[in-house]
């Protein structure tokens, strides 16, 4: 298993050259298995760049996972500048453990984010298949048969690990 940071700070990024080799940006990381499966936790800005290397890359031919450990918008900010989720060609499938049911949904919250108040492209003008998803990750398959398990950790508001 390979793992890679594109962002690691909480609540705000932190641009300059003092943060090139720790990483400025919040929370994302990418977790590729030995098949080249992979995993995305957390869409923090650290995805802005994953997404540029992907799309660099000659994108992806797979859904891509996105698994959150939380929706506080440092984890879940980057998500619009996300360049695969603007391909018409790809599929993302964005995921959290099931949380206690309120108003919001996880689609919901994501849309709320990129309301024309705060943000000038909605959610629904991305070009990509994107799916919103809130099972028991308690013990949930992954690509390429991976095993996933959420685990609950203090945190405010609560997150999974």
Same mark, same amino acid.
């Given at each position: 298993?390979?793992?890679?940071?594109?962002?690691?700070?909480?609540?705000? +990024?932190?641009?300059? %050259? *003092?943060?090139?080799?720790? /990483? /400025?940006?919040?929370?994302?990381? +990418?977790?590729? /298995?030995?098949?080249?499966?992979?995993?995305? +936790? #957390?869409? !923090?800005?650290?995805? *802005?760049?994953?997404? %540029?290397?992907?799309?660099?890359?000659?994108?992806?031919?797979?859904? &891509? =996972?996105?698994?959150?450990?939380?929706?506080?918008?440092?984890? &879940?900010? !980057?998500? =619009?500048?996300?360049?695969?989720?603007?391909?018409?060609?790809?599929?993302? *499938?964005?995921?959290?453990?099931?949380? %206690?049911?309120?108003?919001?949904?996880?689609?919901?919250?994501?849309?709320?984010?990129? #309301?024309?108040?705060?943000?000038?492209?909605?959610?629904?003008?991305?070009?990509?298949? &994107?799916?919103?998803?809130?099972?028991?990750?308690?013990?949930?398959?992954?690509?390429?048969?991976? *095993?996933?398990?959420?685990?609950?950790?203090?945190? =405010?508001?609560?997150?999974? !690990?």
């Amino acid at each position: 298993m390979k793992v890679k940071f594109y962002g690691t700070r909480g609540s705000i +990024l932190v641009p300059g %050259e *003092r943060f090139t080799r720790y /990483g /400025g940006n919040t929370t994302c990381v +990418l977790v590729t /298995g030995v098949a080249g499966h992979f995993v995305v +936790l #957390d869409a !923090g800005s650290g995805i *802005r760049v994953l997404g %540029e290397e992907l799309v660099a890359n000659g994108g992806i031919d797979r859904p &891509i =996972p996105i698994l959150l450990s939380h929706t506080h918008w440092d984890h &879940i900010q !980057g998500f =619009p500048f996300f360049k695969p989720a603007f391909d018409p060609r790809q599929s993302l *499938r964005v995921v959290i453990h099931e949380r %206690e049911k309120d108003h919001r949904t996880l689609q919901g919250i994501f849309a709320g984010q990129m #309301d024309d108040q705060y943000f000038p492209v909605p959610l629904q003008a991305m070009g990509a298949d &994107i799916t919103f998803d809130e099972p028991d990750l308690s013990d949930f398959a992954g690509p390429g048969g991976a *095993r996933i398990q959420a685990a609950l950790h203090s945190h =405010p508001g609560g997150a999974y !690990g």
